[in-house]
């Protein structure tokens, strides 16, 4: 019954499931943020060395956890830990790169700036330049869902 209704599938002109699988896949270009790298080489340099990139919490990003923590443990209402993965120049995005104003950028969520930055760099990583993709019916489509 099931290879039945995959043959059915296929006739109608709609790749099946299984044949899906066999596509290969062309990675032709990356880009990255992680704690201690700002780029794809960056992250294999530091992997390649076993590179430690969890460091002090460096201060003056949440004007809220600047408050929060404290060296006393038990402290109710207060943070203990200082360290996690923090990325380096969080807030240096070149709005007018992307044709945003400055005055919308601020209300960009941050995340969503980093997305931006990455995927532009992941397309110059391909070498791809924009004046090949200026005035064309060229879409980059990206799906993005946080949770914090």
Not at 11 to 22: E, T, V, W
Not at 36 to 48: M, Q, T
Not at 71 to 99: C, I, M, W, Y
């Amino acid at each position: 019954m099931k290879h039945e209704k995959k043959e059915q599938t296929q006739k109608d002109g709609q790749a099946g499931r299984h044949s899906l699988r066999r596509e290969p896949i062309a990675i032709i270009g990356m880009g990255c943020r992680y704690p201690g790298a700002s780029n794809v080489e960056e992250l294999w340099r530091n992997l390649l060395a076993g590179r430690e990139s969890i460091t002090p919490y460096p201060g003056g990003r949440f004007a809220e956890l600047d408050n929060l923590y404290s060296r006393v443990r038990n402290k109710p209402g207060r943070l203990l830990t200082d360290r996690g993965g923090f990325l380096a120049d969080v807030t240096g995005f070149d709005s007018q790169f992307f044709e945003i104003s400055p005055r919308e950028s601020i209300y960009i969520d941050p995340q969503h700036r980093l997305l931006l930055e990455v995927a532009w760099e992941a397309l110059e990583n391909a070498g791809q330049v924009r004046e090949a993709y200026e005035n064309s019916a060229t879409g980059v489509y990206i799906g993005l869902w946080t949770k914090e």
